[in-house]
């Protein structure tokens, strides 16, 4: 079980990630690629990359046949499948192995077992870990659920047997709403597992979500190393999460880590896994799933241990025996928190465009896993996860205050992230008390918004209102003896109207100047005296006081072009300005109560025809963008004109999709 070259099967940052520790370990790596991401960073950062196909994941990453061809074609004797795509796939798993390639993850019918949520439920139970009381049968009829709910009690969780990052799972909290989620939830978990079986749990109101990292070797030994908690979730998903967890005193870790053991002895559990459970108010913890491969949030664990996860995921599936539990010790406490392309402010919806910035922080105890850089093109087929951010800390509270340094002094421009909105959850007194559940966003920041300080956001226009200046100033043709920017003129002042994303109103700047790059800046009544000592393309260097004032203050402020944006980024954050335009366009014409697609995406399916009536909210068109499936509804009452899409089309964001002749009043 010796092998030598390890391809990645995987793309982003899990991919960068895995190919790190293999070179680390002397190992030789191969990349495997998109047409979409045939630039990428992974595939740069391997010995070797091979092109899987086109850029749609079931023609490259999920083609099973062309990664093992890849692996064929250079020789690669063991796959790492990473997470997502094929990690959970036992076919895969089972034909890596019959390729005489090493799989680095747990056995197949390990996968098989766990993958399918009923039957790693049962097994369960065999053992006596609890579970949440449920109906996990065959007998998948409407009726039968209807009849399970009533026995379990209302609220109830459907979910899909096969399911995973939260898709298929929807609560049901009255018998009448019930026939409708199961058809919806059959059909996402059809297209999105390739198995429509549902299975039915009492849904835990205001849970905390407890994980248990395991680790399982060729030799019977399975260990854990401790657990994490990631309750912060958004649509059943982690966006924030750490180890270890604030609800866990000794007594409950013993617990908990002990019922992860025997879940992985009963599995016979080879490689990485993760043993899920939820947990009540009270510190009642029932089991959930195993995930069998590594995890998002591994990092929070290698942080808090010192251990590399994905060393030992290699060195168990070269037959190499695991430590002894006792060598497993953990230090300090770990925050991560997962950045991604999406907008807090509309319902997560997922974001994509070029990255125009990505400056990571750094320090220490600050560790940054990037599947993007500069220059990336964010696009729809993929999972919106760009990075991760992970700080570490002796205690929670440094941990948690180190990651609102470093979520501030990232700089990732271009698609929407949810960057400053993980700083505020950071900073909100119940995140700082521990007062954590699944429902914790639902509950403190449903109405989140964008807010920029405004003092930081006056600065910041100022700051482009005077490179702008300086710039005009300095490209003007000069006379011989005229110092560039000088100005006849000086006394008649320069305005303009800028909105700033974040603040509440347009910021009105007026600049007169006073001298070599010297201004005097009236921001409504009140006045700065600016300087521009530094300038280049892409920077500044101000300097800003009261007039007549002894103490200037100096910024630094980055400048980036965005079309006729700019981004203003400076040591507190970044804010989108844009110079209003002078002549106010006539408002665009009413939309009608037709449906426009919100982002880009591809149609899944249309459930309308020319000639239907529809009422404000009726569903018209299915769109899929990024693993999340949207229902587009019809903002009012009327008749539909026209269908101007079709089942597969690859739409564009701001394309009319269904036109619909409104009634009159
Ligand atoms: P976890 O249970 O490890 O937290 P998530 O909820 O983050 O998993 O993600 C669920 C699924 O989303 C993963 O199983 C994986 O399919 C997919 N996923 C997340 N991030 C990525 C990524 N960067 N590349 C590919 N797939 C990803
Ligand atoms: P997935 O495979 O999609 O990760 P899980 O079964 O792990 O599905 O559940 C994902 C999340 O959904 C959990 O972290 C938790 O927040 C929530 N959840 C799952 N089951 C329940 C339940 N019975 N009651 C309340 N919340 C639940
Ligand atoms: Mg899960």
Redo the contacts with the bound molecule.
């Keep these: 079980m010796m092998f030598q070259k390890v391809l990645v099967a995987n793309r982003g940052e899990i991919a960068l990630r895995v190919l790190r520790t293999c070179r680390d370990l002397g190992l030789r790596t191969v990349s495997v690629f998109s047409d979409a991401d045939a630039d990428a960073p992974h595939v740069r950062y391997a010995n070797e990359a091979v092109r899987l196909g086109p850029a749609s994941a079931g023609e490259s990453y999920l083609d099973i046949d062309r990664v093992l061809a890849a692996a064929q074609s250079v020789g690669a004797d063991a796959i790492h499948p990473g997470y997502g795509f094929l990690a959970e796939n036992a076919e895969f798993a089972q034909r890596v192995a019959d390729a005489g390639i090493t799989f680095i993850g747990p056995r197949p019918d390990t996968i098989r077992s766990m993958g399918d ?1 009923a039957s790693a439920r049962d097994l369960l139970v065999a053992r006596g870990v609890p579970v ?1 009381p449920g109906y996990s049968g065959e007998d998948q009829s409407d009726a039968r659920f209807v009849a399970a709910a009533d026995e379990i009690g209302y609220p109830v ?1 459907v ?1 899909a047997v096969a ?5 298929g ?1 929807s609560v049901v909290t009255a018998a009448e709403a019930l026939p409708e989620a199961l058809a919806r939830a059959r059909r996402v978990a059809a297209g999105a597992f390739g198995n429509g079986n549902l299975l039915l ?4 109101t205001a ?1 905390r ?1 407890i994980e248990v990292q395991i680790l399982g070797d060729a030799h019977g030994r399975v260990l854990h190393c401790f657990e994490r908690e ?1 309750s912060v ?1 958004r649509r ?1 998903q982690k966006i924030i999460e750490e180890a270890p967890s604030a609800a866990v005193d000794a007594e409950m870790r013993a617990k908990l880590c002990e019922a992860a053991v025997t879940a992985g002895e009963a599995l016979g559990y080879l490689g990485a896994g993760t043993v ?1 459970f ?1 947990a009540d108010q009270n510190g009642a913890f029932y089991f ?2 195993v995930n069998t491969r590594l995890q998002v949030e591994h990092p929070v664990t290698e942080m808090i241990t010192g251990l590399d996860l994905v060393a030992w995921q290699v060195r168990v599936a070269r037959g190499e025996p695991l430590p002894a539990q006792g060598a497993i010790e953990r230090r300090g406490h770990a925050v991560e928190c997962r950045i991604y392309a999406e907008d807090p402010a509309n319902d997560f919806l997922p974001s994509t465009g070029l990255v125009l910035d990505w400056t990571p922080p750094c320090g220490d105890h600050i560790r940054v896993d990037s599947g993007v850089e500069t220059g990336s093109d964010v696009g729809i087929h993929y999972d919106p996860m760009l990075a991760k951010v992970i700080t570490w800390g002796e205690d929670r509270a440094e941990a948690t205050q180190r990651m609102i340094g470093a979520l501030g002094d990232l700089s990732v421009i271009g698609p929407t992230t949810n960057r400053a909105f993980l700083v505020d959850v950071l900073r909100h007194p119940a995140y700082g008390e521990g007062a954590l559940s ?1 429902g914790f966003l639902a509950e403190h920041f449903s109405e989140w918004a964008l807010i920029v300080e405004p003092d930081a956001a006056l600065r910041r226009v100022i700051a482009v209102a005077l490179h702008e200046a300086t710039r005009r100033g300095a490209s003007r043709p000069v006379l011989p003896g005229v110092r560039p920017g000088w100005r006849n003129n000086r006394g008649a002042p320069i305005a303009a109207d800028w909105t700033v994303d974040g603040a509440e109103a347009l910021i009105s700047v007026a600049y007169v100047r006073r001298g070599d790059n010297v201004f005097t800046v009236t921001v409504g009544d009140r006045s700065f005296h600016a300087a521009v000592l530094q300038w280049s393309d892409d920077h500044v260097v101000l300097e800003l006081g009261d007039p007549g004032g002894d103490h200037p203050v100096r910024r630094r402020f980055r400048l980036i072009a965005d079309g006729t944006a700019r981004h203003v980024v400076d040591l507190d954050g970044v804010s989108k300005c844009v110079e209003a335009p002078r002549f106010p366009f006539t408002e665009s014409e009413e939309e009608g109560a037709g449906c426009v697609a919100p982002m880009p995406g591809r149609v899944v399916s249309i459930l309308v025809a020319e000639g239907d009536r529809v009422e404000k909210g009726t569903p018209m068109v299915i769109l899929e963008a990024m693993k999340m499936e949207q229902s587009l509804t019809a903002a009012g009452p009327g008749t539909v004109a026209s269908v101007r899409c079709a089942e597969g089309d690859l739409i564009e964001a701001g394309a009319v999709l269904v036109d619909v002749e409104a009634d009159d009043d």
């Design positions: 949520k949440v969780l979910k399911g995973g990052g939260g898709k799972m749990e009492a849904y835990i849970p979500h990631c979730q059943f899920e939820i959930l799933e699944t």
